[in-house]
């Protein structure tokens, strides 16, 4: 009888198993099938960001190397299947909604609405302390030219400052830092 019971739970343990592993691995395909460039720029709003002279011009699109950053190499992270798995989801209804009902593909709508988006994926990046540009970008082998930006990637090791804190306009058209997204960097508005 007790033969009956082990039996009935390792059957359920391994069947339980082989759910997880298999919701996982649908996860994984999705995460990878919506985090493509074609993915990404299918909604209107997106497809003018990715068609912006800025965006198309920017070292992360048009480089000697070749290497062209996808939108999810900066915007998703990717370091745990988790976190990767959570920002599809709620990002990607937050979005889909914003889309459906904002009226984005006006472009004053847009344009009014691109302050507030921008300082919430500038807090994102901060907060996960640069894990997207982690991916490609080794903090310790970057040799800036200037003494001002040799200083600023030496506090990278030193201090709660991270990519974000300098580089928030690297890749879209700029837009102003607010007061207190200069002033949570701990660089103040005297940036390096």
């Not at 070749?66 to 990607?92: I, K, Q, R």
Request: glycine share 6%; proline share 4%.
């Amino acid at each position: 009888m007790k033969w009956k019971r082990w039996l009935a739970a390792a059957s359920l343990i391994v069947a339980g198993g082989v759910a997880g592993a298999g919701a996982i691995i649908a996860s994984t395909v999705v995460n990878r099938a919506t985090s493509t460039e074609a993915f990404c720029t299918s909604c209107h709003s997106m497809a003018q960001v990715a068609a912006d002279p800025h965006y198309q011009q920017s070292a992360h699109r048009a480089n000697a190397a070749g290497v062209l950053a996808s939108c999810s190499d900066c915007h998703v992270p990717s370091n745990n299947w988790f976190v990767e798995t959570y920002s599809h989801v709620v990002d990607g209804v937050r979005d889909g909604i914003a889309e459906y009902t904002g009226n984005v593909s006006d472009p004053a709508v847009w344009s009014a609405r691109l302050p507030r988006l921008a300082e919430r994926v500038r807090e994102e990046m901060r907060k996960d302390d640069g894990a997207t540009c982690r991916k490609c970008h080794d903090p310790a082998a970057i040799r800036p030219a200037s003494e001002a930006g040799r200083a600023a990637h030496a506090m990278l090791a030193q201090t709660h400052v991270t990519c974000i804190d300098c580089h928030f306009n690297l890749v879209h058209a700029p837009i102003a830092a607010s007061a207190s997204f200069l002033h949570g960097s701990g660089l103040g508005q005297s940036r390096p």
